[in-house]
């Protein structure tokens, strides 16, 4: 009878240990090092930095506060094929977009919405090789004029000037338009 009993447990435990170890819990198409693009405030006007060139992007969505009630998005697009995208002027921190570039804005930010009061913003470029990322606005409003203006906040990953970013790309971190080496 003691058999009998031990029997069941064992086979619930070798099943609890092949379902645990059988879940990946990455998702399929995530890159193998995580993805991140530069945000500064310079001159009252938030600029992103890619890190690398975007090539063929037909639309960049900026979203703030993504993945909760409060989130608030601004979408950038340009006709096929597409065009290079690698700095850019986005938003002015008193409120509008600030139109640099060869992206036209197609959805702008509701009327009166204040940016700076969000907790993150995310970016996203659509084209052929791109992930997206995310950064921390107050950060970025806090510690943009203490680095100097080639540096840009890179998330997780801090500040990052050119020479930076060309030594971790591929190393620590990808620049949202890198292709994954994996």
């Known amino acids: 009878m003691a058999d009998t009993i031990k029997w069941p447990r064992a086979a619930c435990a070798a099943l609890l240990v092949v379902a645990v170890t059988a879940c990946d819990t990455k998702a ?3 890159p193998s090092l995580p993805p991140a693009a530069g ?4 001159g009252g006007v938030l600029k992103l930095w890619t890190g690398t060139p975007c090539e063929g992007v037909i639309r960049l969505r900026l979203t703030f506060d993504s993945g909760t009630q409060q ?6 697009t340009a006709p096929q094929p597409g065009v290079r995208v690698e700095r850019l002027d986005l938003l002015r921190t008193g409120g ?3 139109p640099d570039g060869p992206l036209q804005v197609q959805t702008p930010l509701p009327t009166g919405y204040d940016w700076t009061k969000s907790g993150s913003i995310a970016v996203t470029v659509d084209g052929p090789q ?3 990322a995310k950064a921390d606005v107050a950060r970025v409003l806090r510690d943009s004029a203490q680095h100097p203006p080639g ?3 890179f998330g997780e990953r801090g500040w990052m000037d050119v020479a930076e970013v060309q030594r971790e790309n591929r190393k620590s971190f990808l620049t949202i338009c890198t292709p994954d080496p994996e």
């Open 28 to 30: 399929q198409f995530a």
């Open 39 to 42: 945000f500064r405030v310079d």
């Open 71 to 76: 989130s608030t998005e601004q979408v950038w």
């Open 96 to 98: 509008g977009s600030s």
């Open 130 to 132: 791109a992930n997206g």
């Open 151 to 153: 540096s840009y906040l």
